[in-house]
């Protein structure tokens, strides 16, 4: 199993529908971030989490929510999706602890259709 | 404002031969990593090589080596004897404060460089 997990990983859906995309992992890091890649733009930050307490605005925030349920749980939530969403989405976790580098380590990507 | 730089959104080389997929950053920190992601068609993010700044070699990870030049800034990918399954969107991060105590430590990507090794 991915140490990294995302559901779903593929997921078509209307305008105006809510959308939750979660992300789990084993790997026991503190932090965690929401990651959308569209072509030709490269990745950009939605939101990142150091903590289950802490919580950041991260690039791309509008239209976008966040909740850290646990610190192995990062769920990122759509309101009310719209087209230009439709992007794939990257959960990525990274340990702060010692010999920290700031390596991300990526789930298997979540890609989201809204038509 | 930080920045990652790739001029080169598509790349082809021969396959055995040897390929640099380039990357400029602007920071004005002293203290920062960088770090070159694979991404095939399958789309997983796979980590291939980091270098700290402070590093005073080269990163070198078999295949893969990482050019730093610091003053220029720039962190050039280097793939030796390129194979088939190199074939991927490669991209160029930066971290901030890659040495330990950092309060930041999320990634700037640039946007991309896809490579096509052909037989």
């Known amino acids: 199993d991915a140490d990294v997990t995302q559901t779903p990983r593929n997921r078509i859906t209307k305008t105006g529908k809510r959308i939750m995309l979660e992300c789990s992992q084993t790997k026991g890091h503190d932090r965690m971030y929401w990651y959308r890649q569209d072509p030709g733009l490269g990745l950009r930050l939605i939101y990142y989490?150091?903590?289950?307490?802490?919580?950041n605005k991260g690039e791309i925030s509008d239209g976008y929510s966040v909740s850290r349920q646990a610190q192995a749980k990062f769920s990122l939530s759509l309101e009310s999706a719209i087209p230009n969403q439709t992007a794939l989405y990257f959960c990525?976790?990274?340990?702060?602890?010692?010999?920290?580098?700031?390596?991300?380590?990526f789930g298997e990507g979540s890609r989201l259709t809204v038509l | 404002a930080q920045k990652i730089t790739q001029t080169q959104p598509g790349m082809f080389v021969q396959e055995k031969e040897a390929v640099t997929l380039d990357c400029t950053y602007d920071t004005s920190d002293q203290s920062y990593g960088l770090f070159w992601y694979k991404q095939p068609s399958s789309g997983e993010m796979i980590f291939l090589i980091y270098q700290g700044s402070y590093d005073e070699q080269n990163a070198t990870e078999g295949r893969y080596s990482l050019n730093f030049q610091k003053a220029r800034k720039s962190a050039n990918l280097v793939i030796s004897a390129s194979q088939l399954g190199d074939s991927a969107m490669y991209f160029c991060a930066m971290s901030l404060q890659a040495d330990r105590g950092s309060t930041l430590g999320r990634l700037y990507f640039g946007r991309g460089t896809q490579l096509t090794v052909w037989p």
């Open positions: 989490s150091f903590d289950v307490k802490d919580i």
């Open positions: 990525a976790t990274s340990d702060s602890g010692r010999g920290f580098t700031g390596e991300l380590f």
